[in-house]
């Protein structure tokens, strides 16, 4: 078995495979301080409630967009799981290449979903993913990791709301009955959820425009990605797991 561990801005998501099968899931939060000792002790408990113990793990791989959490992290996972981790950065062997202006600039795990959508599904595919951030990252047919788009997330935008105006609630983010909204929390709701859908739609619309694609596949992930992909027809694949998905595929290409 295999520990692949996604360090994002808001959760650190961690899955278990044995082979290509998924066979757990867990999150911590992310912007908790925490020294090695507790995060190997929270990953040995918690492995240990999905019934796996920590000897049955042969090997970890780490991407992470939080440079503060990875000293503690990476050293919870050597004292407690018995691994030195694979962690996703330069020299790491991804099977795309990326074709922008500063490849050093972008993201481990933009990287990563990257990788998993193109072996996954194919290119030319965009992949996006409704994280703190949303992003949009396009894979050519070749396998390049050529453009990619970053607006705000559906959640920063709602703080945004509610801490810049002093008479606007903090609220549940879902998608209200009717865009017709008739009080305060349901129309914010409406301005969050199908503001967020209109976006989308543009920018899938605008890429296939600008790159002349139009057998480009759009794969979603992410938190939000499921209520998004059911409302609009420019999402194709709806894939809640292409983050895990991608560190497994990094991590055999390296073994090997």
Same mark, same amino acid.
């Given at each position: 078995?295999?520990?692949?561990?996604?360090?994002?801005?808001?959760?650190?998501?961690?899955?278990?495979?044995?082979?290509?099968?998924?066979?757990?899931?867990?999150?911590?939060?992310?912007?908790?301080?925490?020294?090695?000792?507790?995060?190997?002790?929270?990953?040995?408990?918690?492995?240990?409630?999905?019934?796996?113990?920590? $000897?049955?793990?042969?090997?970890?791989?780490?991407?992470?967009?939080?440079?503060?959490?990875?000293?503690?992290?990476?050293?919870?996972?050597?004292?407690?799981?018995?691994?030195?981790?694979?962690?996703?950065?330069?020299?790491?062997?991804?099977?795309?290449?990326?074709?922008?202006?500063?490849?050093?600039?972008?993201?481990?795990?933009?990287?990563?979903?990257?990788?998993?959508?193109?072996?996954?599904?194919?290119?030319?595919?965009?992949?996006?993913?409704?994280?703190?951030?949303?992003?949009?990252?396009?894979?050519?047919?070749?396998?390049?990791?050529?453009?990619?788009?970053?607006?705000?997330?559906?959640?920063?935008?709602?703080?945004?709301?509610?801490?810049?105006?002093?008479?606007?609630?903090?609220?549940?983010?879902?998608?209200?009955? $009717?865009?017709?909204?008739?009080?305060?929390?349901?129309?914010?709701?409406?301005?969050?959820?199908?503001?967020?859908?209109?976006?989308?739609?543009?920018?899938?619309?605008?890429?296939?425009?600008?790159?002349?694609?139009?057998?480009?596949?759009?794969?979603?992930?992410?938190?939000?990605?499921?209520?998004?992909?059911?409302?609009?027809?420019?999402?194709?694949?709806?894939?809640?797991?292409?983050?895990?998905?991608?560190?497994?595929?990094?991590?055999?290409?390296?073994?090997?």
């Amino acid at each position: 078995m295999i520990l692949v561990v996604d360090v994002g801005n808001t959760n650190i998501t961690c899955g278990v495979y044995q082979d290509e099968e998924l066979k757990a899931t867990f999150r911590l939060m992310s912007k908790t301080p925490r020294t090695s000792d507790e995060y190997g002790m929270m990953l040995t408990e918690l492995l240990r409630m999905k019934g796996i113990d920590t $000897s049955e793990i042969e090997g970890t791989i780490v991407s992470s967009v939080v440079p503060d959490v990875m000293h503690s992290l990476t050293g919870g996972l050597i004292r407690y799981i018995g691994t030195e981790p694979l962690v996703v950065g330069p020299g790491v062997k991804t099977g795309i290449k990326i074709t922008t202006e500063n490849p050093r600039a972008i993201g481990a795990d933009r990287i990563v979903d990257a990788v998993a959508a193109y072996e996954k599904y194919g290119g030319p595919v965009l992949v996006i993913d409704y994280g703190t951030a949303t992003t949009y990252d396009l894979v050519t047919e070749d396998g390049c990791f050529s453009a990619g788009i970053t607006a705000p997330g559906i959640r920063i935008s709602a703080e945004a709301l509610w801490e810049k105006a002093a008479k606007l609630p903090k609220i549940e983010i879902k998608k209200p009955k $009717s865009i017709l909204a008739q009080e305060t929390i349901s129309s914010m709701q409406a301005g969050l959820m199908y503001g967020q859908i209109g976006q989308t739609e543009y920018i899938v619309k605008k890429v296939k425009e600008e790159t002349g694609l139009t057998n480009l596949k759009v794969v979603a992930t992410g938190g939000l990605g499921r209520v998004i992909s059911d409302e609009t027809e420019s999402i194709d694949i709806y894939d809640s797991a292409l983050t895990l998905e991608g560190l497994r595929l990094i991590y055999a290409k390296n073994k090997k």
